[in-house]
Each structure stands twice: as structure tokens, then as C-alpha cells.
């Protein structure tokens, strides 16, 4: 028996946006693509506490709401490299605003996280 997928709520621009970019590493994949980290390789040396795996499927579901594209090169072995799509450009200015947000908080949400971490290993 297969399950069924319910449709998610897309009710406004954050549903829709937190659809898309849900996913741990998504924004930082977007981000380094752009600055021009392409191979599948070096996305997994700029991003090591993410397994190979996991970043294979972030990276097709970013193709899949085609904010990245994929070239794949007849060689062997297969050559990939990913881009930004106009679409994915788009996005860019956001995650640059967020990332400038977290620098500028970094100590109280730095602190706060810890906190949090303690709290929940101690119960």
C-alpha cells in the first residue's frame, strides 16, 4: 500500500516560500551555487555535516521548483555542474537579508540556541 501525500497549505508567500526552501540546507546550497561552488563535490566540501545523500536530494527538489538547473556532461566519469536559474537568482537578495540578520543577532541567537540545547539534553 502507497501513501498518500496531503497537500501542503499554501495559503500565503510564507507557505509557499517555506515549501520550497524547507530543508536544511537548501538556502546555503542556493547561496554557494551562486558564488560560483557548482560540482556536486565541492557543494559537499563546503557544506561536510551534510551527507552526500542528503544534499542529492535537496539539490533535486531545488531542480524540481526550478530555482537550479543541472548540466550534465558526456564524459566518464558523468561531469555535473548546477546553476541558478533566473528564478533562483531571485531568491538571492532574500537569503543575503537573512544571512545579514543572523550576523547582526548572532550572540543573542547564538546564546539562545545553546541555551536551548542544554535545556534539552538536561530533561
Not at 510564507?14 to 563535490?41: A, C, H, T
Not at 531542480?63 to 533562483?88: M, R
Amino acid at each position: 500500500m502507497y501513501e498518500r501525500k496531503t497537500m501542503p497549505n499554501l495559503n500565503c508567500g510564507l507557505d509557499l516560500i517555506g515549501e520550497v526552501l524547507y530543508g536544511k540546507w537548501k538556502m546555503r546550497l542556493l547561496w554557494f551555487i551562486n558564488e560560483g561552488f557548482q560540482r556536486p563535490s565541492e557543494l559537499q566540501r563546503k557544506i561536510p555535516d551534510a551527507s552526500r545523500r542528503v544534499l542529492n536530494v535537496q539539490l533535486k527538489e531545488l531542480e524540481s521548483h526550478e530555482l537550479v538547473g543541472k548540466v550534465i556532461y558526456p564524459v566518464v566519469p558523468p561531469k555535473v555542474e548546477y546553476y541558478l536559474t533566473d528564478f533562483g537568482k531571485s531568491l538571492i537578495p532574500v537569503i543575503g537579508a537573512i544571512g545579514e540578520w543572523g550576523d547582526q543577532h548572532e550572540q543573542r541567537l547564538r546564546t539562545l540556541i545553546e541555551k536551548n540545547i542544554r535545556a534539552n539534553t538536561d530533561s
